[in-house]
């Protein structure tokens, strides 16, 4: 295919001359240095243009095509992406790793030591974040024609450091070096407005707002993998107009005055999820929110009226997909912008909005559907409270046709919540507006429609759908777990697994074949090894390879149960202590991190450490159990702790997690997993089987029971020997004075049944180190797990919401 005007296209070859080429030039032209004199960072820089380069082209071909073919586009909108890092991805995705290897080697410099100036973007939290980035993998792995919206945000989360044991939060400055991934369009800002009032113009409602901030989009871009497909993230960033910066302040040497107003817009877009404890923090994270669906939607209606005149074409040519309720106010904005500024009447308006967006579901915790007070909505949004009042009036008239004179109905399915306070319900907004809603696992979906959102799914039970989470087997195996994905690729000639992953079942027939199972278990190892040097360096704990790794990754949550876990570390001390040769040796593996203003599991990351420094310097248990915390769990810290890991922990009380995907990754790298009847895991058992997989306690039915019931959980936990005196070692001081308040959530409510599960837990770990202390075995074991992971890759996801939801066709992007 040729494009208009072919630029001088120095930057498409793939030999090491085109590279070596290409490397030195970009070292001069954008770093302004030449070899002799480049420092690592001027080398990995110049690199990642090299690398960047190769996808820029395919990136005007992609949208080439799409211009062409005028096609249904999937728009998800998320406030979190986990993408990870950029550079080995990208060198793998467009066939450049080992000719980027020879020629850096020829400069005498190890890939692995430019690589290691890679940042992961700041952009996420947790599990959420990282489907959004697995998806966007997978979309463009299949030719899906996607962008992805998300916020800029110029500090992430936090970057967590353990400082005498707690967490402390810090600024994580990403994008401080510069980050060569990421392409700004100035010219593209687009304005957001804030506050004011709604006035009333030739008979139609206008939004006259007080503030105004720019929206700067800036993108990264998304190849797909064995493809020409490439899409894009769009990112929005907060920007103050450039007259904001007041000079007479300045000159009068009122120089914080002087950037008020530059910072309190630019503020919008500094971190994730702003702390909301106080009036100022939830004020900006509803700006956020709006913040980013203003922007997108805009981005949305433009893209559409280069390809198209016709409004009835919308819902034909996009879908909006919304992760979580984050970016549910993309709802009244669209109606919005189809009523106010397009002037379409309600109807045609409402009909193009319902057939537009789809929302996924990501929880069942009560307490995290989002609600907003209808006064900070109105003063912020006064427009879209109007909209949100006139969508509420037409639902509820619904229900009232449908179900007459139930006044109950009508309160529960309302958008706005009226007692004690009256707010906005995102989550009833999202469905509402919506065509399709999933929830995110079996069993999740299941109690989405039976509890949290039972009274919906009696409405519209056609509106419900399953679609099972995945994850990306290029970026969870092939880069990764390099080892492993070499040893698979070799026994199944060639590497079509890693977008076909059904065919892992392959292995299965070599479970018990012991040359495999030898080469499997030295993978793991070596695994282990990288491993042990990165906790080495990182927290000065030894981990022993040929050990047990067991490991409980993932964000801090009580319904998560870390405590749990680091009860049954406890009990394996005291037994440790009474005989040194119980259980088998073992490295318990923390890491995650705990919302800043969540004090309860910050203690619990505070005791997790007390008791590793006690257990690793207790001689009595040497060489038997060791237990570290790995700071800063991120994409990065989880591509080195998953292949290492022999047992995976999925303990969350049953009908607490939506999904997980934690679970997946460390099945499909070889790791068994002990855990409850949650989420994934039951469709992870069904595919692994019984025998591999280490089940226990309460299934969801039976917690809701115990819930409902006369549940005592201090007498409960006095009843069981190893369990009271677990929690006496705690409160006792064995691992420092003053934890006793971290037992107070199980000694009271016990709200995630810890205790009711601790037994049945233990005797699962029981047999856990049984099964380990056979390794072939255990190795059988593994190998099925990974062999029985093909379910669970993000393709088959996106095959699913494809299907179900999206309805969009691939567009294959020809090759040069
Ligand atoms: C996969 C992943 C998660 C999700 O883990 P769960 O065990 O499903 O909660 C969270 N954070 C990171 C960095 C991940 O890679």
Request: glycine share 6%.
């Amino acid at each position: 295919m040729d494009l208009p005007h072919e630029p001088a296209l120095r930057a498409i070859g793939t030999t090491a001359a085109d590279f070596e080429r290409d490397l030195v030039s970009n070292l001069y032209f954008e770093r302004g240095t030449t070899m002799e004199s480049a420092s690592t960072q001027d080398v990995y820089q110049s690199l990642a243009v090299t690398v960047r380069d190769r996808l820029v082209d395919r990136r005007a071909r992609t949208a080439t095509a799409h211009q062409a073919a005028n096609p249904r586009c999937v728009y998800y909108l998320s406030a979190e992406y986990m993408l990870g890092r950029q550079l080995r991805q990208n060198l793998l995705y467009t066939g450049t790793e080992d000719v980027a290897r020879d020629v850096l080697k020829g400069l005498g410099l190890s890939l692995e030591e430019v690589a290691d100036y890679d940042v992961e973007p700041g952009l996420g939290n947790g599990g959420l974040g990282r489907l959004a980035a697995c998806l966007l993998d997978a979309l463009a792995t299949a030719d899906i024609p996607a962008v992805g919206y998300g916020i800029r945000y110029d500090l992430g989360l936090f970057r967590q450091t353990i400082v005498d044991g707690a967490q402390v939060e810090r600024p994580d400055d990403w994008a401080f070096d510069g980050s060569p991934w990421e392409f700004p369009q100035q010219d593209d800002r687009q304005p957001v407005g804030f506050y004011g009032r709604v006035v009333e113009v030739a008979g139609r409602r206008r939004w006259i707002p007080e503030e105004t901030v720019l929206g700067e989009p800036s993108h990264l871009l998304v190849p797909g993998y064995g493809t020409q497909t490439v899409n894009i993230v769009r990112l929005w960033r907060a920007r103050a107009d450039s007259d904001a910066f007041d000079l007479a302040d300045f000159a009068a040497g009122r120089s914080a005055e002087a950037v008020q107003e530059v910072v309190r817009s630019e503020n919008i877009s500094k971190v994730l999820y702003p702390a909301d404890s106080t009036e100022f923090g939830r004020e900006l994270r509803l700006k956020q929110q709006y913040f980013l669906v203003s922007c997108a939607v805009w981005d949305i209606v433009r893209r559409f009226h280069l390809r198209n005149s016709d409004w009835a074409a919308f819902a034909d040519k996009n879908v909006i997909q919304l992760n979580d309720t984050h970016p549910a106010l993309a709802v009244p904005e669209l109606m919005r912008l189809l009523i106010d500024e397009y002037e379409l009447d309600w109807d045609t308006a409402w009909s193009i909005t319902r057939g537009t967006f789809a929302y996924t579901c990501h929880t069942l915790l009560p307490e995290a559907l989002e609600t907003w007070p209808v006064a900070l909505f109105e003063r912020l949004l006064p427009r879209h409270l109007e909209i949100v009042y006139a969508i509420n009036q037409a639902h509820l008239d619904e229900i009232e046709s449908r179900f007459p004179g139930d006044v109950e109905l009508r309160r529960r399915l309302s958008l706005i919540q009226e007692e004690p306070e009256r707010r906005v319900r995102m989550a009833h907004l999202a469905v509402v507006g919506s065509h399709a809603v999933n929830g995110v696992a079996g069993l999740h979906t299941r109690l989405l429609t039976e509890t949290t959102l039972a009274d919906f799914a009696r409405l519209w039970p056609d509106r419900f759908r399953n679609v099972t989470n995945g994850i990306s087997p290029r970026r969870f195996v092939r880069l990764a777990n390099p080892r492993l994905a070499a040893l698979i690729s070799e026994q199944l000639g060639g590497d079509g697994w890693l977008t076909d992953l059904g065919r892992l079942a392959a292995l299965a027939p070599l479970a018990d074949d012991a040359d495999f199972q030898r080469r499997w278990r030295a993978v793991k190892r070596d695994n282990k090894l990288d491993l042990a040097g990165y906790a080495r360096a990182a927290t000065g704990v030894r981990i022993d390879p040929d050990a047990l790794v067991d490991v409980h990754v993932k964000r801090f949550h009580e319904y998560k149960r870390q405590l749990l876990k680091l009860l049954h570390v406890v009990t394996l001390h005291d037994r440790l202590r009474a005989d040194p040769r119980t259980d088998v040796p073992r490295t318990v593996v923390f890491a995650g991190k705990a919302a800043p203003g969540y004090h309860a599991v910050k203690r619990i990351i505070q005791l997790i450490n007390a008791v590793a420094a006690v257990v690793n310097a207790d001689p009595a248990v040497a060489g038997r159990l060791r237990v570290v915390f790995l700071p800063d769990y991120n994409v990065s810290r989880a591509e080195l702790i998953v292949p290492a890991a022999d047992l995976s922990e999925q303990i969350s009380l049953a009908g607490k997690e939506a999904s997980g995907t934690g679970n997946m990754k460390l099945a499909l790298n070889g790791a068994v997993t002990i855990g409850t009847l949650d989420g994934a895991n039951i469709e992870l058992r069904e595919r692994v089987g019984a025998d591999n997989f280490f089940l226990f306690g309460l299934d969801a039915a039976q917690a809701a029971e115990m819930r409902r019931g006369d549940y005592r959980p201090g007498e409960l936990a006095r009843a069981d020997p190893e369990l009271a005196a677990a929690l006496d070692a705690i409160a006792g001081g064995r691992y420092g004075a003053g934890f006793g308040d971290v037992l107070d959530s199980v000694l009271g409510r016990d709200e995630y049944l810890t205790v009711a599960d601790y037994r049945s837990y233990l005797d699962a770990q029981d047999a856990v180190a049984a099964a380990w202390s056979d390794p072939d075995r255990w190795t059988r074991m593994s190998i099925l797990n990974a062999a029985s992971c093909g379910f669970f890759s993000a393709d088959r996801t996106v095959a699913d919401y494809r299907d179900r939801i999206w309805r969009a066709d691939p567009v294959r992007v020809p090759p040069r």
